[in-house]
C-alpha cells in the first residue's frame, strides 16, 4: 500500500497518496472557504449570546462533562456548527465536555468525514452453536477498525458463569447495553464492520436494527457432534443437547448459510 498523507481539499481534512500534490490546486478554494467560515466561527465564538449560552450549558449540565462526569472545560455542538449552522444556539445539540473527551469525538468526526461517501458502516450479525467456529470466522473476515459485540462473553463478563449459562435478568442488561450502543452506533458510523455474535438469532436485535439497512445475517453450520467434541475439551459445562434443540428449531429465514469443518 501507497504511503498516505493528511492535506485539505476545499477545507476539508483528506487522506492522499503521499506523492500528490493538491494544496497548490486548491488553494484558491481553500482558501476562500476558510476565510468565509472561520470570519462567521470567530464573530460566533465572540458574541454575546454564545458567552451565555455556553454559560447556560455548563449550568444546566452541573459544570460536569456529559461522557465521563469529570470536569467539563467547554461546551461542544454535538452535531458540528460545521454541519448544522442552524443548530448553533439550541440546548438540545449543546453539551459540557472536559477536553480530552472533546478531542476524541473530534477525531471520530474527522474519521467519519474522511471516510466519506463510499465507504460504510456494515453490521454483521454471526449466529452459530457454541465452538461452531463464530469467533473464528469474524477475526478472520474483521478489519483493523471493527467493533466487536459478543453476546456470551458479555453474559460470561457481567455473570462469572460459563458461557452459555447465562440467566434472563442479565440478558435484560446485555440488551439494554446494545440498545444504547447501537443510537452511537448508528448516529456516528465510525466502524468498517460491526459484529454481533449471538448463539440463536434474536428478534429484538433484528427490531432494534429494523432501520438500518447494511446488515448481514450470517449463521456458521458445523457438525453439532464435533462442537459438543471441542466444547468437551474445553471443559465447557454446557447443556449443549438444550441448545441444539432450540437451534434446530430457530427460525434462520435471511440467514446465509457458512459452512464450517
Ligand atoms: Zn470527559
Known amino acids: 500500500m501507497k504511503p498516505t498523507k493528511l492535506t485539505f481539499i476545499n477545507g476539508k481534512p483528506t487522506l492522499v497518496s503521499y506523492d500528490k500534490v493538491v494544496r497548490t490546486d486548491n488553494d484558491k478554494a481553500y482558501n476562500f472557504h476558510r476565510n468565509v467560515e472561520?470570519?462567521?466561527?470567530?464573530?460566533?465564538?465572540?458574541?454575546?449570546?454564545?458567552?451565555?449560552?455556553?454559560?447556560?450549558?455548563?449550568?444546566?449540565?452541573?459544570?460536569?462533562?456529559?461522557?465521563?462526569?469529570?470536569?467539563?472545560?467547554?461546551?461542544?455542538?454535538?452535531?458540528?456548527?460545521?454541519?448544522?449552522?442552524?443548530?448553533?444556539?439550541?440546548?438540545?445539540?449543546?453539551?459540557?465536555?472536559?477536553r480530552g473527551c472533546h478531542k476524541i469525538k473530534t477525531k471520530r468526526e474527522w474519521m467519519k468525514h474522511h471516510k466519506g461517501m463510499e465507504s460504510y458502516m456494515n453490521i454483521n450479525i454471526v449466529c452459530g452453536l457454541p465452538a461452531s467456529g463464530k469467533t473464528t470466522y469474524v477475526k478472520r473476515h474483521m478489519t483493523e477498525h471493527d467493533l466487536i459485540y459478543d453476546y456470551d462473553e458479555l453474559m460470561h463478563a457481567l455473570s462469572g458463569l460459563p458461557m452459555q449459562q447465562g440467566n434472563h435478568d442479565i440478558h435484560d442488561y446485555i440488551t439494554l447495553f446494545f440498545d444504547q450502543l447501537l443510537r452511537k452506533l448508528k448516529a456516528e458510523q465510525t466502524f468498517n464492520n460491526v459484529w454481533i455474535i449471538k448463539t440463536l438469532p434474536d428478534k429484538r436485535i433484528d427490531t432494534l436494527l429494523s432501520n438500518y439497512h447494511r446488515i448481514n445475517h450470517i449463521v456458521i453450520v458445523a457438525d453439532p457432534n464435533i462442537c459438543e467434541e471441542r466444547l468437551r475439551e474445553r471443559k465447557e459445562q454446557i447443556s449443549f443437547q438444550k441448545i441444539l434443540n432450540s437451534f434446530k428449531t430457530a427460525d434462520f429465514t435471511g440467514y446465509r448459510v457458512v459452512k464450517n469443518g
Open 38 to 98: 472561520e470570519s462567521d466561527y470567530v464573530k460566533f465564538y465572540h458574541s454575546t449570546e454564545w458567552k451565555h449560552k455556553r454559560q447556560e450549558i455548563l449550568e444546566r449540565d452541573y459544570g460536569l462533562c456529559q461522557r465521563c462526569g469529570m470536569d467539563a472545560e467547554l461546551v461542544d455542538h454535538i452535531i458540528p456548527s460545521k454541519d448544522d449552522w442552524n443548530d448553533r444556539l439550541n440546548n438540545d445539540n449543546l453539551q459540557s465536555l472536559c
